[in-house]
């Protein structure tokens, strides 16, 4: 594999006679349009392929793979580690015309996609037949299906329903070779062979390219209803989550938000909550409308042990929505008020979440840096923001410093480094920390079986060389 940043004539005109008219973008606004994700780094590629099917994404594959050019598959490019980027140069391949939804089955509570499908439109159309998608990434209203396959994606739901692999049956790809494979099932039991469908989801597009997913559906709550809880103490608020999770049913979402996110929260989200206030949940439960107002008093009488200052109960959807949109605001707002943040989104056990909680206070006291802390709780995931200045040449070689600490606290907690961001280019240096050097070894022969030409999406997970 060899990186590829200057446009070559006989392979573009390969390319464009596989795609058609308009189907390749060479020109140089074209493609810094597809240089940047979240991930706040540029890479610009040497073309951008716009695929309409199955057989126009394995052609590119075949092209690519002949000539040994990478190929980077790509969906909304919302991600926010980097795994879009063309690190290495060569084709960026979108999946943003693959966008047809081919079929939903209600009675088999499942849908069949195409990887382009913005998730929220997906959900907008399950709708009139009561059913949903539960994977629920913040980006919904942007971000794609085949995003959330690659990075296996979460959101507020995951503490009840779980994340983006447990919602597919099948898969159909295109390998590095052009060649195409089905995996999976139809059906919600199965177990002939390897799992290879759990094995692609959350790959990264390192294995394969996504063309049609099988979605497992689930019945769309007939009613939802919003509480929240505002604490003393970061420690009173941890200790209800794990409280909340130890008994009883769980929420449809448990939120946190720490000091300085609360800050935010009062200085732009428009939420009147209460100065001595240190930390806030908020809790979801659902269900039909006759059994939501027993739901959402058992829910409250959960947390009253753990001394809330003050709790609310939205009276209504719209008054829901608006404490969530203020939540969901956090991001774009972190973003507006520093000239850059580190966004992790590491993971530990809800019982050491309070663990979790009091190191990030430390490290950020120690190092000067500022972190603001805020995720879903209920699956011990927290999104650590670390507020810096790229011009800041102490400040940033502090935050390298800051987020080692942060990682080595999570793994010593017995946590993970990551819960729906997935690894891409920004933590691969740091992922032996995590896995045990068998399981590592293993993963890179299966990365160098689906692709010995190591075309696809190269520099991402593992880093050069694999």
């Known amino acids: 594999m060899k990186a590829v940043s ?51 994404v394995c052609a590119v ?25 063309a690190v290495k140069g060569g084709v960026i391949l979108s999946t943003q015309r ?37 994977p629920d990434p913040s980006s919904a209203r942007s971000c794609t299906i085949g995003g959330n396959l690659a990075m296996c994606s979460a959101g507020p739901n995951a503490v009840r329903y779980g994340v983006t692999r447990h919602w597919v049956l099948g898969l159909t790809v295109a390998l590095p070779d052009g060649t195409s494979m089905r995996t999976g099932v139809r059906t919600t039991k199965g177990v002939v062979g390897y799992d290879l469908t759990q094995l692609l989801i959350g790959s990264e597009g390192t294995l394969a390219v996504v063309v049609e997913a099988v979605l497992r559906l689930a019945p769309r709550p007939e009613a939802r209803r919003l509480l929240r809880a505002c604490f003393r103490s970061m420690e009173d608020a941890v200790r209800a989550v794990a409280g909340v999770m130890g008994s009883g049913e769980p929420p449809s979402a448990l939120e946190f938000l720490d000091p300085a996110a609360l800050a935010l ?56 929505s608006r404490v969530w949109a203020a939540r969901h605001a956090l ?23 309070g663990e979790l909680v009091a190191g990030l206070e430390r490290i950020s006291a120690a ?46 907690l017995g946590g993970t480094l990551s819960g729906e961001h997935g690894v891409g280019i920004m933590k691969r240096d740091h992922i032996h920390w995590e896995l045990d050097p068998v399981a590592l070894d293993l993963q890179k022969k299966i990365k160098r079986l689906f692709d010995p030409k190591g075309i696809l999406n190269p520099g991402k997970i593992f880093g050069e060389g694999v």
Request: glycine share 12%.
């Open 367 to 412: 190092s000067g840096v500022p972190i603001v802390g805020f995720g879903h709780a209920g699956n011990g995931n927290i999104h650590v923001n670390l507020l810096v200045d790229p011009a800041d040449a102490d400040l940033m070689a502090r935050a390298k410093g800051a987020l080692d600490r942060v990682f080595r606290l999570v793994l010593d």
């Open 98 to 134: 693959l966008n047809r939804v081919l079929a939903v089955l209600p009675e088999d509570r499942l849908a069949v996609v195409e990887p382009g499908v913005v998730n929220g439109e997906l959900d907008r159309l399950l709708l009139p037949h009561g059913l949903f998608w539960p």
């Open 331 to 353: 991001s774009p707002t972190l973003t507006r008020i520093a000239p850059r943040r580190i966004n992790e989104d590491v993971v530990v056990p809800v019982s050491r979440l």
């Open 61 to 85: 594959l075949r092209v690519c793979h002949r000539a040994g050019v990478p190929v980077v598959p790509r969906g909304a490019g919302t991600g926010c580690v980097g795994g879009a980027l």
């Open 265 to 320: 929260l009062r200085r732009e989200g428009g939420v009147a909550i209460p100065e001595e206030g240190r930390a806030l949940l908020l809790l979801e439960v659902e269900g039909s409308a006759d059994e939501l107002g027993r739901k959402a008093g058992e829910m409250l009488e959960r947390l009253l042990p753990f001394d809330p200052l003050e709790t609310f109960l939205a009276a209504s959807e719209e008054e829901a």
């Open 6 to 56: 200057e446009p070559d004539p006989g392979l573009a005109g390969e390319l464009a006679a596989v795609l058609g008219p308009g189907g390749l973008l060479t020109g140089g606004a074209q493609r810094e349009a597809y240089a940047w994700d979240n991930a706040e780094q540029r890479h610009p590629p040497w073309a951008v392929a716009l695929p309409e099917n199955r057989e126009q």
